[in-house]
Each structure stands twice: as C-alpha cells, then as structure tokens.
C-alpha cells in the first residue's frame, strides 16, 4: 500500500452523543442494572459473613483446635477476596462442616447461587448492545466454555433477576439465624457471635 493513500482518521470525540456508549438505553434499564449488579456485591457480603458464622460456631475437639485456628485466617480473608462461584462453594463446606447446622437444602442453595453466578457474570462483563423496540437487548458475552449468551435482557428480567438474588441474600441469612445465632453485622434476634 503505497502511504499517500492510506485514509487516517480519528474519533471525534466532541460530537459523541452524550452518554456514549450507554445512551441508547433508558436510564431506568442502567439504573436497574446497577442495582441488579450492587444486589449480587451484597450477595457476597453476605456469604463472607455466613462463612464467619459457621466457621467461628463451629465446635472442636481439643486436637483439633490448634489446626483449626491455623487454618481460621486464610479461610477468612479468602471469604472477603473470592468471587461468588468459590464463596458458595466455601459457604457450602462452611455450612456442612458445622454439625450445628439446621438447614436441610445447603447443597440446593450452594447450586442456585452459582447459577446465579452466571448470570452476574453476563450482567458484570458484558457489552451492552443497541436495544430493541421493546428495550431488550442481548449483551455480548462469552464464556470460558466459548458459548455466547443469546438471551434478551430488560427491565423487567433485571428487576426478576435483582429479586431471585435478594431471596438468596434472605435465605443464607436464614442458614445462621436459623441455628439461633445473630447474623454477623446484624442486630437481630439471637445470640451474638463475638
């Protein structure tokens, strides 16, 4: 290619609509996204602190004691660092590990907090799309497995999604309290864990 007829261009940045590139979705889609996605933030507050309950209600034998104080902080400070898949994971084992613990369907909640966890991924890291006429778009994601999500999102999926994972806040929260201890941060019904 000969360089006299190479096109440059650059972006003219003070003719981009306002709000670029967010700005052909209502403002009530972006602002209920953000709630969706400040919903599963909250979601792993809560299962970093459910790990904390089970962990430090659990009873040991005096053998145990010393590993288990060992193995006490780098349980913890993984409960504030994971990610939702491996805090469910932990909450999990936390939850069943502790013979005090009440609730039956631990397994069953572990599974659909990481199948919430696939859609918070697409909602976190996916490119939003131009809308429809109906306000639904499908966001550009792909996963490790390489399969692209096809599923139209609006306002009313954000705000059903929002609400399955406030039920999933409720009932790990539910899996403490249960035992009748305070859920950690809490100021509720039962007994204080620290």
Known sequence: MNHAEVKRAIIDRANLPPMFP???????????LGRTIATFGFLEEVLGKAIFAFTATR????EEIDAACQAWLPQLERALTDQLWNLAESYG??????????????????????KAAVI???????????????GASIPLFINRQKEKFDTAIDLAYLKQIQGHVVELVCSVIDTVTHMGWQFPGGAGLGKPIM
């Open 22 to 32: 967010t700005h052909r979705h209502s403002p009530q889609f972006w602002e209920q």
């Open 59 to 62: 009873q040991y034998s005096p």
């Open 93 to 114: 084992k936390a939850a069943r590990d502790n013979p005090a613990t009440t609730t039956e369907n631990i397994d069953e909640l572990v599974e659909d907090i990481k």
């Open 120 to 134: 918070r991924n697409v909602l976190c890291h996916g490119s939003w799309r131009m809308p429809d006429e109906n």
